[in-house]
């Protein structure tokens, strides 16, 4: 069993043609028994076609890419691709609304609540599904979509602990890799600004240092800002091509002209547009990957 069953035909199909204006949904558990009780209840409740059941993360992944539901009911704790992680690598286009089904406890069920972001615990009640579905529908009657998505990326990074900006960099690289298999790197690094996304080619940024809490991406003659951690940061970017020299600097290594000895066993990096940066002794050993 591969844990997915297509309902476009036989029985859903006639279901659909009974419910006009229906809500398209689709089930992701890895519990094949889950899975079927929680069809169950939305037959119980109405107003929903489940057009697909998926065992894992990524056939739901495809299967979201392919069918366009309106809504994802996600199991968050599977193996492989979690539930968590499949709202990451969704390409925001296509991100349908959420509902997850947790186990988690009071904490985790309050951040979801707190960020307007719907559950449903297990074991499922009815009467809590229903509540779901109109808080479905009344945000797919709203054409504020962009606010539903920023919610849905403060939720995820409440319990994944990544920070929404790192978060935003997943799914527009999801986006620009348009492919499951694809460059684990983006081609582009999403700086987002007063409300706008600008979209920095990876190729053309020279080198990155921290400022407090903020990250200054120099690139083409221009410092981009955005909040996020160096380290997150460091993670979007393919160390074949970049690399951290300081604790507060990743130089972009095919920027880099001149490596010059300094004093304590430090080096001087100078690139192509005269820029000196320093490399501390702690990442000496970096010096390998310019040679």
Same mark, same amino acid.
């Given at each position: 069993?591969?844990?997915?069953? @297509?309902?476009?035909?036989?029985?859903?199909?006639?279901?659909?043609?009974?419910?006009?204006?229906?809500?398209?949904?689709?089930?992701?558990?890895?519990?094949?028994?889950?899975?079927?009780?929680?069809?169950?209840?939305?037959?119980?409740?109405?107003?929903?076609?489940?057009?697909?059941?998926?065992?894992?993360?990524?056939?739901?992944?495809?299967?979201?890419?392919?069918?366009?539901? @309106?809504?994802?009911?996600?199991?968050?704790? $599977?193996?492989?691709?979690?539930?968590?992680?499949?709202?990451?690598?969704?390409?925001?286009?296509?991100?349908?609304?959420?509902?997850?089904?947790?186990?988690?406890?009071?904490?985790?069920?309050?951040?979801?609540?707190?960020?307007?972001?719907?559950?449903?615990?297990?074991?499922?009640?009815?009467?809590?599904?229903?509540?779901?579905?109109?808080?479905?529908?009344?945000?797919?009657?709203?054409?504020?979509?962009?606010?539903?998505?920023?919610?849905?990326?403060?939720?995820?990074?409440?319990?994944?602990?990544?920070?929404?900006?790192?978060?935003?960099?997943?799914?527009?690289?999801?986006?620009?890799?348009?492919?499951?298999?694809?460059?684990?790197?983006?081609?582009?690094?999403?700086?987002?600004?007063?409300?706008?996304?600008?979209?920095?080619?990876?190729?053309?940024? @020279?080198?990155?240092?921290?400022?407090? @809490?903020?990250?200054?991406?120099?690139?083409?003659?221009?410092?981009?800002? $955005?909040?996020?951690? $160096?380290?997150?940061?460091?993670?979007?970017?393919?160390?074949?091509?970049?690399?951290?020299?300081?604790?507060?600097?990743?130089?972009?290594?095919?920027?880099?002209?001149?490596?010059?000895?300094?004093?304590?066993?430090?080096?001087?990096?100078?690139?192509?547009?005269?820029?000196?940066?320093?490399?501390?002794?702690?990442?000496?050993?970096?010096?390998?990957?310019?040679?």
């Amino acid at each position: 069993m591969n844990g997915k069953t @297509d309902f476009s035909s036989s029985k859903a199909a006639g279901a659909s043609s009974k419910a006009a204006g229906a809500l398209k949904a689709i089930v992701v558990d890895d519990e094949p028994l889950a899975r079927r009780g929680l069809r169950l209840r939305l037959e119980q409740v109405g107003g929903v076609e489940v057009v697909a059941e998926c065992g894992n993360g990524r056939e739901a992944r495809e299967r979201i890419l392919e069918l366009h539901p @309106d809504v994802a009911f996600v199991d968050i704790q $599977m193996p492989g691709v979690s539930g968590l992680q499949l709202v990451q690598q969704l390409p925001p286009e296509k991100l349908p609304q959420v509902v997850f089904v947790t186990a988690y406890d009071q904490y985790a069920v309050e951040a979801f609540e707190v960020n307007a972001v719907d559950y449903v615990l297990k074991p499922i009640e009815e009467q809590r599904l229903a509540r779901a579905l109109e808080r479905v529908r009344d945000k797919l009657a709203s054409a504020d979509i962009a606010s539903q998505r920023e919610q849905l990326l403060e939720a995820v990074a409440d319990l994944t602990r990544e920070s929404p900006e790192a978060l935003e960099q997943k799914l527009v690289a999801g986006a620009l890799q348009g492919e499951w298999g694809g460059s684990a790197y983006p081609e582009k690094i999403a700086i987002k600004d007063s409300g706008k996304i600008t979209l920095v080619p990876a190729r053309e940024i @020279d080198w990155i240092d921290a400022a407090g @809490d903020y990250m200054c991406v120099h690139a083409n003659g221009e410092t981009h800002v $955005m909040r996020i951690t $160096m380290k997150e940061l460091e993670q979007q970017l393919d160390p074949k091509v970049f690399q951290r020299i300081h604790r507060s600097t990743i130089v972009n290594l095919s920027r880099v002209r001149e490596i010059c000895a300094h004093i304590n066993g430090e080096y001087h990096l100078v690139l192509n547009n005269g820029e000196r940066l320093k490399m501390s002794r702690s990442y000496k050993n970096k010096v390998q990957h310019f040679l």
